[in-house]
């Protein structure tokens, strides 16, 4: 009997192993004082269709724009985490041109990411929010898949991360020589680079405008991440 048991326990374990989560960026909110720039621009440049007066849809992903009064009465100047996100692309070089011949603002060129095996750019908004797209031959549409932050402790960061998404590796980007400290996390649908931020790196100097995003897929329900950044996880 006692045979039995632990069988059916270890069955149970590597079934559960064996499950995975499907992670799903469900929307993002993005602070800004010209919203009906960025409208136009992500409208334009990125297929996103209105829905509302002050929100865009794409691929069953929602952008929401909102001044930083909406979001922080007292603080309208304030500056947190978010600095990059990033999608999967079956139209990779399509994209690519059509930004190039719109005369949006690149951050270098096509690079190979060697830790997620992927080709990809990085482009600004108007505003200066960094979006990075990521070739990706089997993802039909515009996918959400990267998210870039600060954090004043790696660590600790890294293991909030850990503990509450699916991570399949753990790739270390650090910049020792520069004393720059960055983890890359990756899972089969999802990759989150967090980076210590100093004085090279401070949210000040990349002006991030994200300001909230909201996640599926995930058993555990939070509404911010260690720093305080608004994360909010539905089932």
Known sequence: MMRGLIITILF??????GETQEIQFRSMV???LQPEVLHEWYTQHLGFEPIQKQSLYRDDFTIHFKSPEELLPDAPDYRHGFFKVGFQTDEFDDLFESLQQGKVEFVGDIFRDHNLSRRSFVVKDPDGNRLQ???????????????????????????????????MRTHNLDLREKKIY????????????IIENNDRVSPR????????????GIGTPFEEDKDGNSIISNL
């Open 30 to 32: 993005i602070h800004t």
């Open 133 to 167: 797209f990521f070739e990706n031959k089997s993802q039909s549409g515009l996918q959400p898949y990267f998210l870039a932050l600060l954090t004043p402790s790696i660590g600790e960061a890294e293991k909030w991360y850990q503990m509450r998404f699916p991570v």
């Open 205 to 216: 100097t990349l002006g991030p405008g994200f300001h909230q995003l909201e996640v599926g």
């Open 12 to 17: 149970i374990s590597l079934f559960s192993c």
């Open 182 to 193: 960055i983890r890359l996390l990756e899972g089969e649908d999802f990759a989150i680079e």
